[in-house]
């Protein structure tokens, strides 16, 4: 399996951001790491490994990134409406530096693809909301959707407003609306066992996101698994070996 690390300069950060490619061809498939994970995590959690067949085959090319959650949603000392302005700079590094590393990696390429776990999967969802020119699929897996839930305090703005899909999802309206319907689709994946409804969230809000999508007529999927799908790696492997497939 061919394996390629880059550092991305990431402006508004103390570091550069760090991208892992995995394959030779294929879709582009972009992986938002969980809470405060780095771009290897993927890796390290068997993720790649249950992905192999997909790469080695040349039907996706799998780019894992770094998170600044550190400096954005998971820094407790700041208010909410201060994470999402600098959530702005990730959205900035995201859609700039990486897409364009990506764009010059695979020329051609159709929409990529967007996927991860936990927060990650928020990652996903609100990129592809906010960037279905780019993320036509969003692969969401256990997540919870709404920033507001995340200790968070302080008064809430527009930042926080345009960054949290259970809020704007629900007043997208006229010809956005009409293009997300024709372009995007989300899947929702969740489990019914440990740490999937506490302390995450990731069962009820995976209901309501789905809800929330459905009464926007936006394209999607829920898949709910048994009560033994616990909020943890050897479940998100087997769920995205089972629904990658149908997108590459």
Same mark, same amino acid.
């Given at each position: 399996?061919?394996? !390629?690390?880059?550092?991305?300069?990431?402006?508004?950060?103390?570091?550069?951001?760090?991208?892992?490619?995995?394959?030779?061809?294929?879709?582009? !498939?972009?992986?938002?790491?969980?809470?405060?994970?780095?771009?290897?995590?993927?890796?390290?959690?068997?993720?790649?490994?249950?992905?192999?067949?997909?790469?080695?085959?040349?039907?996706?090319?799998?780019?894992?990134?770094?998170?600044?959650?550190?400096?954005?949603?998971?820094?407790?000392?700041?208010?909410?409406?201060?994470?999402?302005?600098?959530?702005?700079?990730?959205?900035?590094?995201?859609?700039?530096?990486?897409?364009?590393?990506?764009?010059?990696?695979?020329?051609?390429?159709?929409?990529?693809?967007?996927?991860?776990?936990?927060?990650?999967?928020?990652?996903?969802?609100?990129?592809?909301?906010?960037?279905?020119?780019?993320?036509? !699929?969003?692969?969401?897996?256990?997540?919870?959707?709404?920033?507001?839930?995340?200790?968070?305090?302080?008064?809430?703005?527009?930042?926080?407003?345009?960054?949290?899909?259970?809020?704007? !999802?629900?007043?997208?309206?006229?010809?956005?609306?009409?293009?997300?319907?024709?372009?995007?689709?989300?899947?929702?994946?969740?489990?019914?066992?440990?740490?999937?409804?506490h302390p995450t969230s990731s069962?009820?809000?995976?209901?309501?996101?789905?809800?929330?999508?459905?009464?926007?007529?936006?394209?999607?999927?829920?898949?709910?698994?048994?009560?033994?799908?616990?909020?943890?790696?050897?479940?998100?492997?087997?769920?995205?070996?089972?629904?990658?497939?149908?997108?590459?």
């Amino acid at each position: 399996m061919e394996r !390629v690390q880059v550092e991305l300069e990431a402006p508004g950060f103390d570091r550069a951001g760090t991208v892992i490619r995995y394959g030779h061809w294929g879709r582009p !498939v972009l992986v938002f790491p969980s809470e405060q994970g780095r771009a290897w995590d993927y890796e390290n959690n068997g993720m790649v490994e249950a992905l192999r067949d997909l790469i080695d085959g040349g039907r996706i090319k799998l780019y894992c990134l770094d998170s600044f959650d550190a400096a954005t949603w998971s820094d407790n000392w700041l208010p909410l409406e201060d994470r999402a302005r600098r959530h702005g700079a990730y959205d900035a590094w995201v859609t700039g530096q990486v897409v364009g590393w990506i764009d010059e990696d695979t020329p051609g390429a159709s929409g990529a693809v967007v996927t991860g776990c936990s927060m990650g999967a928020y990652h996903a969802l609100n990129f592809a909301l906010t960037h279905a020119n780019l993320f036509p !699929v969003a692969i969401c897996q256990s997540g919870n959707y709404d920033p507001s839930q995340w200790h968070a305090w302080g008064a809430r703005g527009d930042a926080a407003y345009f960054t949290n899909p259970t809020d704007y !999802v629900p007043n997208l309206s006229g010809e956005h609306l009409e293009w997300l319907r024709g372009r995007l689709h989300v899947v929702l994946t969740v489990g019914q066992g440990p740490w999937e409804t506490h302390p995450t969230s990731s069962l009820p809000e995976a209901r309501r996101m789905a809800g929330l999508l459905a009464a926007q007529g936006i394209s999607h999927d829920l898949d709910v698994w048994g009560h033994d799908s616990a909020h943890d790696w050897d479940w998100w492997q087997r769920q995205i070996a089972l629904h990658l497939p149908r997108f590459c």
